[in-house]
C-alpha cells in the first residue's frame, strides 16, 4: 500500500477543522494539507500504529465537538491519514516541549515537522508531495533520518528501522537538548 491510494468521503467540515489545528493556512498551503488529508498513512514499524492510534483519536475530538451525527460511521473506519498523524505527533511535541524554553504550540510543530519532510517551503507539486510521503511511509530515507521527518545530525542507530517516537525523542535531544 501506497499513500496515493487514498481516503475518500471526508467531510469537508472535519478538513477545515484540522485545517484550524495548524494555523495559518492559506490558500497557498492549503492544496497541501488537501493532498496530506487525502494520504493514507501506513505503520510498518511496531508501535507506530500508537502514532496512527493518535491521529484516528482526533476524529473522536471532532464527534465531542460536532455531535455524533458530524462523521459517518464508514468514514470512522477509514485510515489515518498522514495530516491526521502529523497534527497528533505535532500536539505529542507541545507536550513534550512544555514548559521547556523551546516550547511551541502544536500549530508551529506541524510546520517544523513539514520541513523536515521537505514540504514546508516548496511551491504545492502533487507529484512531488506523492514521493515525499512514499518515502517517508515506506521507510525509504537515509540511515540518519533525513527524508523522514526527524533527520538527524549524529545518530548511531538506523532510524529507518526505529519507531516515530524514538526518533522524535533522539532529534528533540539532539536539537532542543537542556537537560531533557
Not at 526505529?162 to 536539537?175: A, G, L, P
Request: aromatic residues 12%.
Amino acid at each position: 500500500m501506497t499513500t496515493r491510494q487514498r481516503t475518500k468521503s471526508k467531510p469537508a467540515h472535519y478538513f477545515l477543522h484540522l485545517c484550524t489545528l495548524v494555523e495559518p493556512y492559506d490558500e497557498h498551503n492549503l492544496p497541501l494539507l488537501r493532498h496530506l488529508h487525502d494520504a493514507v498513512f501506513i505503520p510498518l514499524i511496531p508501535n507506530d500504529d500508537n502514532r496512527e492510534a493518535d491521529g484516528i483519536q482526533l476524529r473522536e475530538e471532532f464527534l465531542d465537538e460536532e455531535g455524533p451525527q458530524a462523521l459517518s460511521s464508514n468514514f470512522l473506519k477509514k485510515p489515518c491519514s498522514m495530516l491526521e498523524m502529523l497534527i497528533a505527533l505535532s500536539r505529542r511535541l507541545e507536550w513534550e516541549s512544555s514548559g521547556e524554553t523551546w516550547e511551541q504550540p502544536a500549530s508551529e510543530w506541524f510546520w517544523v515537522l513539514l520541513d523536515n519532510l521537505g514540504l514546508g517551503d516548496q511551491k504545492y507539486d502533487k507529484n512531488r508531495t506523492d514521493e515525499i510521503l512514499d518515502i517517508f511511509v515506506q521507510r525509504t530515507y537515509k540511515r540518519n533520518g533525513e527524508g523522514g521527518l526527524f533527520p538527524m545530525r549524529r545518530n548511531r542507530k538506523d532510524q529507518r528501522k526505529r519507531e516515530i517516537w524514538y526518533q522524535m525523542n533522539d532529534w528533540v535531544v539532539e536539537n532542543y537538548d537542556e537537560g531533557w
